[in-house]
């Protein structure tokens, strides 16, 4: 028995391959493109839930027209709405980093003073002994 030849991709030529692969391209992208829009009009402040609604029933309807107003009217928005909310999750996540980080048993400078004096008042530490753990302590 002979093995039987591909015969598949003769009946659809590499051009068309090319083709199909470009429109399916272009269809994530249009299906990525809605999705952000949506978010965006979702997640913006200034816009009411009437206008919300408007701006949502618009693209529905009129999907490539509703998409390219929107572009054109709020386009720079979603840029500033972006780099706010970029800039706001940096600092939490910064002010967590910050939290978690620090160590909750050490000592502050406060409190080390404050035992450096209670032994120099003891008689434990000399005043010149005290005055350099002072300046070590805050230097």
């Known amino acids: 028995m ?7 991709a003769q009946d659809y030529p590499l051009l068309n391959l090319f083709w199909t692969m470009l429109w399916l391209f272009l269809w994530i992208l249009w299906i990525f493109l809605l999705v952000r829009i949506i ?4 997640r913006s402040d200034d ?14 309807i009129l999907p490539f027209l509703g998409v390219l107003v929107y572009l054109i009217a709020r386009g720079s928005g979603m840029q500033k709405r972006d780099v706010r909310d970029a800039r ?7 002010g967590y980093i910050r939290e978690v980080a620090a160590t909750p048993g050490a000592p502050t400078t406060a409190e080390e003073l404050t035992k450096l004096a209670t032994l120099r008042d003891q008689g434990v530490l000399t005043q010149a002994e005290f005055d350099a753990q002072k300046a070590k302590l805050l230097a």
Do not use: H, T, Y
Not at 2 to 8: E, M, Q, Y
Not at 47 to 60: C, E, Q, R, S
């Open 47 to 60: 816009l009411g839930g009437w206008g919300k609604a408007g701006w949502v029933i618009f693209i529905v």
């Open 2 to 8: 002979s093995a039987a030849p591909l015969v598949a």
């Open 39 to 42: 978010l965006d009009i979702f």
């Open 88 to 94: 706001r999750a940096d600092q939490e996540m910064r």
